[in-house]
């Protein structure tokens, strides 16, 4: 069940080390300022969108008070403005997530501020259906490795040199300044990083004696359980069933009294159409948390 901190609705990281050795063209679509309801009757902007689109109705009021409310420390700025020459930024959000509610209309204020040229910004917005989970209608995301938003991708003449994952390490300013001058900068969600960087061969089921050590390396690096949860459902709409699975298993393993960690394995087993497996689960789930109606509908639905 996606219940995430950020977000009741259910809609990149490649690491640092591998993000720096690879070219990483930022998205050449064009902009489309793309407005659509999803099944909540909640305003999404999608695709490729101008900044411009932020200031309209109905995501004005959040927008504005936002960059309002964020006073960067203009000492720090001065030293991101010279740094700013040969950079793109590419910003990967979502109209319905609180985190990039939050920190994009900063960040905007914070590189108008350090004047850089408007041109080298681009807003790409990816979707919260769960069909299209945190993709774009162009999936601008391919390759891209978006699994929280928002991300905030840096480019020097076209190659990735850092990137900040949903919220800053220290501040947006002090963290954007230590990828500008090269620093060790590290993001957000260090268990995703040693998932895709040190397990192999993620396309092939993995024992559960061999997910239990994966889940005893991921453990002190796990924040909360939505950080897993979320990147599993990202998985499930990219079709990578079986590695959507495992991960889903880590997170079990991790939080084996979490409720909700359970019920999303179920619901990733209904998707593969292992019914026996996702009834299990959803069991294990109502007994850790008897008012689980997802898990409970979910029950009624395999009878």
Known sequence: MKTFKYSLVVIVLLTAIISCNKKNIPANTPISNKIIYNKQNQA???GHCSISALQQDPFSNWFFKQQQNFAPDTSVVKNIEPLLHHKTIEIFLGSWCGDSKREVPRMLKLLEMAKIDTTNIRLIFVDNDEKRYKQSPEREEIGK???HVPTFIVYHKQK???RIVETPIESLEKDLLSILKKENYQPNYKAIQYWQTTVKNKNKAKSLATLQQ???KLKPLCKHSGELNSYGYVLLAEKKLIEAIDIFTVNTLIYDTNDNCFDSLGEAYFTIGNTD????????ALRLNPKNTHAKEMLAQIK
């Open 44 to 46: 999404v902007l999608l």
């Open 145 to 147: 490795n978006i699994h």
């Open 160 to 162: 990735e040199i850092g």
């Open 214 to 216: 994966v889940a005893s």
């Open 277 to 284: 497996k996702a009834k299990q689960n959803f069991q294990k």
